[in-house]
């Protein structure tokens, strides 16, 4: 048995400038840290020559091309397993329309345990790689490349998008002690909506495709992030509620599913509890609230929004791992 963990991540500040309708054009940017909420997958050998793939249903089938999980067909395809297989997977937290970037999570964490099984490493710039490979171009998925990254990096990190497809991941440089300031001064907390992110990442691509205003809000956010990264690298993180709350007011501007007028009473109702500033995670519509604020305002904030739940967060330094291998359970 193979079992890997790969964290979930929480963005800061650039989202939306990692779709390939902007970075095409010109570097799109974000700042972004894996925190300690994980997706877990394991693979097994099974005793007959058929795969079995269990996540919100189970299938058994004879052939890769009969699964119906895209993510799990493409990469067994990818790493070339045609059977023998079984695969699981458990997540910490909600996965489905969340905003911590569960679906690429996922396939980088499937990619990693599915060449531990094969007996292979893949390194992080691999996994990452592939894992984009299989969501946008193999899948069609009309998502970024943030999410495939962050998971197979971890730590906190500013990602660079270019025109040429490459991708620059380059750990922002501070003091333990402000990434420990960094973690009290966050406020998670869950919506209790779901949504597609990509219905509303499709609106927001046409959006941006036919209207040049919201392409400069993209670039304004890339500038955000830019911003963050020089005041993180300082150490200072006063600057942090104020970007985050310029990039939500901004990305709200992109897609009419972004926000809505609940989401909105909640920001409010929290900036006016002692939140300097904050955003919904991911491609927004509901998921999750994260929020800066003094850690002796969290306690006022969660009073203001009671029902909403709290998810406490640590940000977290290592990208995807193999956490456990039988090695009989190899395949060579």
């Known amino acids: 048995m193979i079992i890997s963990r790969t964290p979930l991540r929480i963005s800061f500040a650039g989202g939306g400038s990692d779709l390939p309708i902007f970075y095409c054009e010109e570097p799109g940017a974000v700042v972004s840290t894996a925190i300690d909420k994980y ?39 990818l790493v070339r397993i045609a059977g023998g297989v079984e695969i699981t997977s458990i997540s910490d937290v909600p996965s489905r329309g969340s905003g911590l ?33 299989i969501e946008l171009a193999r899948c069609g998925k009309p998502i970024g490349k943030q999410d495939q990254y962050i998971a197979a990096f971890g730590g906190l ?20 002690a402000t990434k420990q300031a960094l973690g009290r001064r966050l406020l998670m907390l869950y919506t209790g909506m779901t949504r597609s992110a990509g219905e509303v990442l499709a609106e927001q691509r046409a959006n941006v495709q036919r209207d ?25 993180l006063d600057a942090l509620g104020e ?58 904030i969660q009073h203001a929004l009671p029902e909403l739940r709290p998810v406490p967060l640590r940000c977290e330094p290592q990208g995807s791992k193999i956490i456990y291998v039988e090695e009989e359970a190899l395949s060579f």
């Open 39 to 77: 997706i877990y997958i394991t693979v097994n050998r099974k005793f007959d020559q058929r795969i079995r793939a269990s996540y919100a249903v189970t299938e058994i089938v004879d052939r890769v091309d009969d699964l119906r999980h895209e993510l799990i067909r493409e990469a067994l395809r």
């Open 101 to 133: 970037g569960s679906s690429s999570s996922y396939t980088v964490g499937l990619l990693n345990a599915l060449y531990a099984y094969r007996g292979r490493m893949a390194s992080a710039t691999r996994l990452a790689q592939e894992a984009c490979q």
């Open 157 to 176: 990190q500013y990602i660079q998008f270019n025109p040429d497809e490459s991708v620059f991941v380059d750990p922002i440089i501070c003091r333990p």
């Open 212 to 236: 040049h205003r919201r392409r400069e809000h993209l670039r304004a956010m890339v500038r955000l992030a830019q911003e963050l990264r020089a005041a993180l690298s300082r150490d200072e």
């Open 243 to 300: 970007i985050m709350h310029e990039g939500w007011m901004r990305k709200r501007e992109l897609a009419s599913q972004i926000s809505n007028d609940q989401i909105d009473r909640w920001y409010e109702r929290a900036r006016a509890a002692g939140a300097r500033g904050g955003k919904l995670l991911g491609a927004g519509g509901g998921g999750f609230l994260l929020l800066d604020a003094p850690p002796e305002r969290h306690a006022a």
